[in-house]
């Protein structure tokens, strides 16, 4: 399955446990190969982002290969 990146922008984006952590707004990419290898989530104010890597903007940043799934939202594991 292909997904391009401005398909994800402005998905919700869940734990596997079902915890809501916020909007997908943008991504990283490796300058050399343009491998997609982070997502930028804004954080919902239900978490403490504390818990996170967080970006100088202050968004959750999760690496690329931790999204399982895609559909009405974007599903991570493995945090």
């Excluded at 919700?12 to 190969?33: C, F």
């Excluded at 290898?37 to 954080?43: M, Y």
């Excluded at 903007?57 to 945090?79: A, T």
Aim: aromatic share 6%.
């Amino acid at each position: 399955m292909k997904v391009t990146e401005n398909e994800l922008r402005g998905k919700s984006v869940m734990s596997e446990e079902g915890l809501y952590l916020g909007i997908m707004r943008n991504s990283t990419v490796d300058s050399t190969t343009g491998e997609l290898v982070g997502i930028l989530v804004e954080p919902s104010d239900d978490i403490d982002p504390r818990l996170y890597h967080l970006d100088n903007q202050g968004n959750l940043v999760f690496p690329f290969n931790s999204i399982k799934s895609v559909k009405d939202v974007i599903i991570i594991g493995g945090q």
